[in-house]
């Protein structure tokens, strides 16, 4: 069975600094691995996928995460934080079988002051 | 190009009663499947539908059922409502059933059972 750790329920940050969201993942076989961005009253938003090519992922809005296998990790980062960015962030984990299961985390809201 | 759409938006219904949530996918996606938020946790995994077919189900009683039309909509029925039913319920499409394929959320349907 296949599960996601997203560690801090609530992370704050002042606009401008680092924002660093933590996601460990535990899967039988090679996942596949995503981040989404969810914006109070709306759907989900695919911010980026790691599907076992490069392990540095680049995704929308200058947000990246590292794929390392070792510590089964894939923490979501972005250099400088915007006022908009504040919403909840859930990584995701698919293994690589027939059908697109997704299996989420407890997701993080991320919270920007001025 | 419009995205997924789901009706109704929101939806009061009180115990024991049965419910209908219906979900338009993207055009040309083939997939779809459904989700539940419940306040504070990440969305869990209910059904997957791909050619009109059942490709997954996650971890809910029988009281859940779903089905896909020829034209790749689809319906989620929930009879002998709970209270602990009351969620945001996600729609998602992709193109292909595969783990790799991007899956597009809906803005999803507010629940309350009363």
């Known amino acids: 069975a296949q599960s996601v750790t997203q560690l801090g329920s609530h992370v704050s940050v002042s606009e401008g600094a680092l924002v660093l969201l933590r996601c460990n993942y535990s899967s039988s076989v090679p996942p596949y691995l995503f981040w989404y961005v969810q914006y109070p009253n709306q759907g989900l938003q695919l911010l980026l996928k790691y599907t076992s090519a490069a392990t540095l992922v680049k995704g929308i809005n200058g947000f990246e995460a590292e794929f390392k296998k070792s510590e089964t990790s894939f923490h979501l980062t972005k250099p400088s934080a915007h006022m908009s960015d504040a919403a909840e962030y859930f990584c995701a984990v698919s293994d690589n079988r027939g059908y697109s299961t997704l299996t989420f985390g407890k997701g993080t809201m991320l919270l920007v002051s001025p | 190009d419009a995205g997924v759409t789901q009706s109704p938006t929101h939806l009061i219904k009180t115990r024991g009663q049965q419910v209908t949530l219906r979900c338009s996918p993207i055009s040309g996606h083939k997939s779809v499947s459904w989700y539940q938020q419940v306040l504070g946790q990440g969305p869990q995994f209910i059904f997957q539908y791909y050619e009109k077919e059942e490709r997954g189900r996650g971890n809910f009683p029988d009281r859940f059922s779903a089905r896909q039309f020829p034209n790749y909509s689809s319906e989620l029925n929930v009879n002998a409502l709970l209270l602990g039913d009351s969620a945001l319920y996600l729609c998602?499409?992709?193109f292909g059933q595969g783990a790799h394929n991007e899956q597009f959320f809906g803005p999803g349907t507010r629940l309350t059972v009363l």
């Open positions: 998602a499409s992709s």
